[in-house]
């Protein structure tokens, strides 16, 4: 371990080359495979076994320790939330970085690649093995698509601990923060804006919604939050429009408090569609609202009592970095919400601006310690009592 330690810190502007590298690879929503080529090259060049790419677009390798113990997946996730075309080539400014997704994640599967090559190439030993893997669908639509396939695979009962990491600093998030998400459509035949004056309009129900929503009351404890992110309708100033569509996120902690919050989104939903019609009473045009769900991520917590969450800490503790525990919504929501033992850890150095185009990741003269943070943390999991899988190969 003290090699591998070592091995982090002289090799630190490799590490950085490849997040680079890796980076400018684009990979918008639903789009990661040239990425996902690249990180499975990456496994290869390490000498990992069993790399496969499985039916969603995870890709997968295998790392052996030679004796039985814990099965780890650690991941990170390939996926970014910007669109096809958006230009992701690096700007470097010393030690800043910038760049759409150089923070999330290409931070967390720098780290995870750094990792695997200073077990590797130290020759660390540890019982039981390693899945080191690249998900997809981790962000936005994508709904956690990625991580989903792996807990309905047959990998699902074989998974020991689960480690995402995800973003920049030295945060341990062991609390996923559930979320609700819709796209609310508003209906009708629309027509002129004065010669067809009279009708419920699509557009004037869209904004009773919104208006409606943002009035509901929600908790302080447990963090309980709702925002309507995308609106869209309309051709021409004076046209009715004949459709009118929101996008509604929810996000709780608690699942109990995101399902009232839910109800209460729903009732005002069904308000501002009662409410336009009735503000055209002689009207005889049908409005209608459609509600489609475009995500769902359950809500839970891995205790901090859990030997996931203690390895994490005590791995804080030997690099001597500080790692509260934190709330997120992440890949560790799926094996969390399942009552499996996972976190999602940062992978150090300091981050701005994710989701933005000016997205930026600065490695000061310290960046070296989030992969010994995350290395610490798996070595710290394989020596962790389980219930025992067999020999490995």
Known sequence: MRDAFALLERDNARTIDQQVALCEIPAPPFKEQARGVAFAKELAALGLTHIRTDGEGNVIGELFGGSPGPTTMLSAHLDTVFPEGTDVRVKREGTKLT??????????????????????????????????????????????????????????????????VDGTGYGITNRGVGSIRYRVTFAGPGGHSYGAFGMPNPIHAMGRAIATVSD??????????????????????????DKAAMEVDMRSESWEALTALDAKVQAALRKALSDEKARWPNSIVPLTMTIDT????????????????????????????????????????????????????????????????????????????????????????SRTKVPPKGLVP
């Not at 750094?114 to 639509?141: D, H, N, S, Y």
């Not at 509901?216 to 429009?241: A, K, W």
């Not at 094996?335 to 989701?355: E, F, M, Q, R, Y």
């Open 99 to 164: 760049a759409p997704g150089i923070g999330d994640d290409c931070r967390g599967l720098t780290v995870v690649l750094a990792v695997t090559r200073a077990m590797v190439q130290t020759k660390v030993k540890f019982p039981g093995r390693i899945l080191v893997t690249g998900t997809v669908g981790e962000e936005g639509a994508g709904n956690l698509r990625g991580v989903r396939a792996i807990y309905a695979s047959a990998l699902k009962d074989s998974i020991d601990y689960f480690i995402s």
């Open 216 to 241: 509901v009351q929600v908790p302080s404890e447990p963090r309980t939050t709702f925002n309507v992110g995308i609106v869209e309708g309309g051709r021409t100033v004076n046209t009715i429009s």
């Open 294 to 381: 475009i995500g769902i991520r359950a809500a839970g917590t891995t205790p901090e009592s859990s030997p996931i969450v203690q390895a994490g800490v005590a791995a804080a503790k030997t690099v001597g970095v500080y790692a509260p525990l934190m709330a997120s919504s992440t890949d560790s929501n799926v094996p969390i919400s399942l009552g499996k033992a996972a976190i999602t850890v940062d992978g150090g150095g300091l981050g701005k601006g994710a989701h933005s185009l000016d997205e930026s990741y600065d490695d000061r003269t310290d960046g070296y310690k989030g992969p010994q943070f995350v290395l610490m943390l798996v070595h710290n999991l």
